[in-house]
């Protein structure tokens, strides 16, 4: 019997409650500005929290930026220091020599000189003969400003001038380099512009900047879904003593 009663109290309450609702919803509509209520929404407004062009998100991409140009200048200064070969262009063209690259680790000094051969291998800086302090370079160029581009004939070759970039030093001297492939040429002309004090302005450091602020904004959405949800439900609460403090719309009160 208790069980049943309070089954009929729970029942009375709800109908209460939900009359309450519709009363205080229906009377708030009613006093409502009905040109603004049907206003429509701005679109920014309709764009969800988690939407990767809404303005949170948006906020969130610009802060992690900073740290993101930090962590790609990183990795393109370290690809200079570990070196590249790269392919001497001559006018005669009679057989393909190679010269090496490669920044020092403290990024003060370029060291480079000829090799007979090819190497994918890190050559020392010991056996590299010349070298070009980073504080004496001027500017770096690329594409048809390059002195080796503008020989006859090499302007017509899109292939090298994609490829092609130099640094100008002391002046009136130049260093001048043609990439092994788009890629390496990207990191740099990166890493030139990056020990310049210049932005990075490649394809590549694009590409990488979406990449990983993409990934660290994923990163950091798993870490607000970390939410532990417990293996037992809460306890219920006890019922009321008593229900008076619901108000009884169905009196009428004079």
Not at 78 to 96: M, P, V
Not at 218 to 237: F, G, S, W, Y
Request: charged share 30%; proline share 5%.
């Amino acid at each position: 019997m208790k069980s049943v009663k309070g089954t009929q109290n729970n029942m009375r309450v709800e109908k209460k409650q939900k009359k309450y609702v519709t009363q205080s919803v229906t009377s708030r509509f009613n006093t409502v500005d009905k040109d603004r209520a049907y206003r429509p929404m701005p679109k920014s407004e309709m764009l969800s929290q988690d939407d990767p062009k809404s303005r949170p998100m948006l906020e969130l991409r610009e802060k992690l930026q900073p740290e993101v140009i930090e962590l790609i200048k990183q990795q393109r200064l370290n690809h200079l220091c570990e070196g590249t070969c790269f392919r001497k262009i001559s006018a005669r063209r009679r057989q393909d020599k190679f010269w090496y690259c490669r920044l020092s680790p403290n990024h003060k000094v370029l060291h480079y000189g000829d090799i007979e051969e090819f190497s994918q291998g890190q050559i020392s800086h010991d056996s590299l003969q010349d070298k070009v302090t980073v504080a004496d370079i001027k500017a770096v160029v690329t594409g048809k400003d390059c002195p080796h581009m503008r020989e006859k004939g090499a302007l017509k070759n899109k292939e090298l001038l994609e490829l092609a970039f130099s640094i100008l030093h002391n002046s009136d001297e130049y260093l001048n380099y043609i990439a092994p492939d788009k890629h390496e040429y990207c990191i740099w002309t990166d890493g030139l512009n990056a020990l310049l004090g210049k932005e990075m302005t490649s394809e590549l450091t694009r590409s990488d900047m979406d990449t990983l602020v993409t990934m660290e904004l994923k990163l950091r959405l798993l870490d607000l879904e970390n939410i532990q949800i417990p293996d037992v439900a809460p306890p219920v609460p006890k019922e009321p003593s008593t229900y008076n403090f619901v108000y009884d719309f169905t009196q009428q009160h004079n």
